[in-house]
Nanobody, 112 residues
Framework: VQLVESGGGLVQPGGSLTLSCAAS????????MSWYRQAPGKERELVAA???????NYANSIKGRFTISRDNAKNTLYLQMNSLRSGDTALYYC???????RGQGTQVTVSS
């Protein structure tokens, strides 16, 4: 199982970013996938999840601002993040399922 995140970076408050997670080594279409984040000194937080069939769930802290999606043809998971706030600053990583293998993560920093 390999999960490789990309798309993070430095963005101003109110800005947008799209994270990608390229998956390999397993049948991507058959698994639910999740995005987590962890900020320094804080517990990790389940941000969003999407089932194999495309049903989505979101943390209240990001609901209405972030969108999780998947492209099974490309074995890729996405997280579209809009209206970013300083509190969204964290290391974001994708996970197979909800508690499975994870990638190394991509850093998102929201700052002016």
């Amino acid at each position: 199982v390999q999960l490789v995140e990309s798309g993070g970076g430095l963005v101003q408050p109110g800005g947008s970013l799209t994270l990608s997670c390229a998956a390999s080594g397993f049948t991507f279409s058959g698994y639910a996938m999740s995005w987590y984040r962890q900020a320094p000194g804080k517990e990790r937080e389940l941000v969003a999840a999407i089932s194999a069939g495309g049903i989505t769930n979101y943390a209240n802290s990001i609901k209405g601002r972030f969108t999780i999606s998947r492209d099974n043809a490309k074995n890729t998971l996405y997280l579209q993040m809009n209206s970013l706030r300083s509190g969204d600053t964290a290391l974001y990583y994708c996970v197979r399922g909800v508690y499975g293998a994870r990638g190394q993560g991509t850093q998102v920093t929201v700052s002016s």
